[in-house]
Structure formats: C-alpha cells, structure tokens
C-alpha cells in the first residue's frame, strides 16, 4: 500500500515539474514578445522626438522671421 502512495506522489510531483516547465517555456516566449513590442514603442518614440525637435527648429525660425518682419515694417519698437 505505501508503495502505491508513493508512485502515486512520485507521479503527482513529476506531473508539477512538466507543468512548471511548460509554463516556464510559455512564459520566456510572452516575455521575448513583450520585449520586442517595447522594442518597437521605443523606436517609434525616438522617432517622434526628433520630428517635435525639427518642428521646434522651424517654429523658431518663423519666430525670427517674423521679428524682422516687425522691425522692417516698423511694427515694434527696437
């Protein structure tokens, strides 16, 4: 009787150790996913900041551009 106990245990336990493993395996793969969509989220975001810097860069210089138009028109007080 205690020999079925213990085969009977014993598969219990190897039946956990398939399962964890199983789970482990599906877990790197929805990791690996995880990391590669960051990845591209990433990408994308330094993208974005470099069209607001050049954004930034053209609104300055239509600042500029505007001032002199002022100054010519004598719209403002130097």
């Known amino acids: 009787m205690t020999e ?3 085969n009977l245990v014993l ?3 190897i039946d956990m150790r398939n399962d964890f493993a199983a789970l482990r395996n599906e877990m790197k793969i929805e990791f ?3 990391k590669s969509r960051l990845s591209g989220i990433e990408h994308q ?3 974005l900041h470099a069209d607001m810097a050049g954004v930034q860069v053209r609104l300055d210089r239509h600042d500029d551009r505007l001032a002199r138009i002022d ?3 004598e719209l403002v007080s130097v």
Request: proline content about 0%; aromatic content about 0%; glycine content about 6%.
């Open 32 to 34: 690996t996913d995880v």
């Open 11 to 13: 598969r219990q336990l």
């Open 45 to 47: 975001l330094a993208g």
């Open 4 to 6: 079925n106990v213990e």
């Open 71 to 73: 100054r010519r028109l």
